[in-house]
């Protein structure tokens, strides 16, 4: 539909092999679709916007067929085969930042989307299992409920006769047993939360222009809420149909670059992960996983790869230092409040008028999250001596005393616990900054960064020499003795001396 101002609508109509699917499930279809959409314009992921939508059950739809009105995208369908490699490697990179910001947005259930009555979005039912089966299933609360379903629906669709009707028993046996290894199937240590995933991601559902830049991505028909590894794992897009077909058990070339490319780009703590966590009910879950995060990502050889086993024992260690001595204050209460907090607040984020340096605002939120208040209001990287921080000497900075005195005179009299936290050590902070997270620091600097925690945290004297050698050797027997991960990440990288140079 072309406008007189120039401006161009599309239409997007069920495709007329629908008319085998009930009327009832192909208005569901078009319905979550169009919520789909309307839940997208909140957030950066470049789909097209949705005007409006139409049902054929609805008395005031006079159209007799079930439709959406859209924006129509600039550019032209993507299409691996005929792009140049250039092209491909930055349509990779534009998918890495939309999978990015889809993992800023979970969600407790796993299905569809579909409107209210009061214009919002909330989870339903899922929308079939692809575009072939007819039905929908209940939003489920967990993995494990998830692939269950829908294992069993393609069962009762085989043993119906509606699917794989020329070697039926074959079939069944197979989703038998993947019913039957479903466990197998959620990965232990999950987040629990579901994420938005295009379900037909073959590649031209990207619209590119000319010169590969993504603008925009259609066809969000049988969208659901997935798990995280199902949401950001290999898919359709970057798979070597070939090899799928054949029965080939492996990555393709374009899983390995795309993640590749991921690192450093799909949302984590600050610029190293390539995964979400939480929510958390609690503080002590939240330090926990934080720190069982870090160590998964050691043992999978992503950060501190000069040093593997070294920064698996430091973290390790960690992790058993805040299961005796939680970092939050002894006495709150479980049920506690968590505070917004700008975690790359090194100073650059504070924009300031040139003349009067008034502050005129605050940007690159990107990491934000809410935090127990220790880590909200304590000391921050905004005020560290950070020649300290890297050196391993631990205590405040100048600009932290300054800046709590500043605390008192703008939280005072009720919030006398906040402000007081800028004057009770730097733990926090060391604890969160842990290896330089997201940094490519050399080994020596690992080790006085570590020292400098160990001291903060009371774990060792401030006044004797730290002998790393000593104390490694200890804690990397016990490793050994308890953790298989461990083991097995030694065995690889095997007895190394960590590389020196940064």
Known sequence: MEFADGVSWLVRIPRQDFSDFPDDMVEYLVASEHATLKFLVSTRVPAPLAFDKGVMSDPSNRTGINYIFMETLPGKPFDPYQESHAVQERVLQAVVVILSELARHPFDLAGSLIGTDSGSVKLGARASTHFV???KLRPFKTESAYYLGFTEHYMDLIADGQLHVDYPDIAF???????SHVHLMCKRGADRMFYLKHVDDKGDHLMIDDVGKVTGIMYWQFARCVPAYEAFGASYFTANMDELYSGMV???ENDRALAKTAV?????????TIHTLGPFLTAQDYYTSWIEAHLALIADQQPHVRFATQAYVMYDYLHGIIQERP?????IDEARDYYLKHTDDKGDHILVDPETYEVTGYIDWTFARTVPLEEAFGPSLFTAD???MYDGNPGLSAEDVAFSKSMRKGFGGPNEEVHSLCRAG?????VMFGLATGVDISWEEAKTIFEGLLKSLGAVDKNTEFVWDDWEKERRFDCLQRDPRFRHLDTEVGNQLPWSVG
């Open 250 to 252: 492996q990555l393709s």
């Open 386 to 388: 950070m020649g300290a």
């Open 133 to 135: 089966n007819v039905g």
């Open 426 to 430: 730097d733990q926090m902070r060391r």
């Open 173 to 179: 046996r197979f989703y038998s047993i993947m019913r």
């Open 264 to 272: 450093g780009a799909i949302v984590g703590d600050r610029t190293g």
């Open 327 to 331: 970092l939050v204050r002894e006495g």
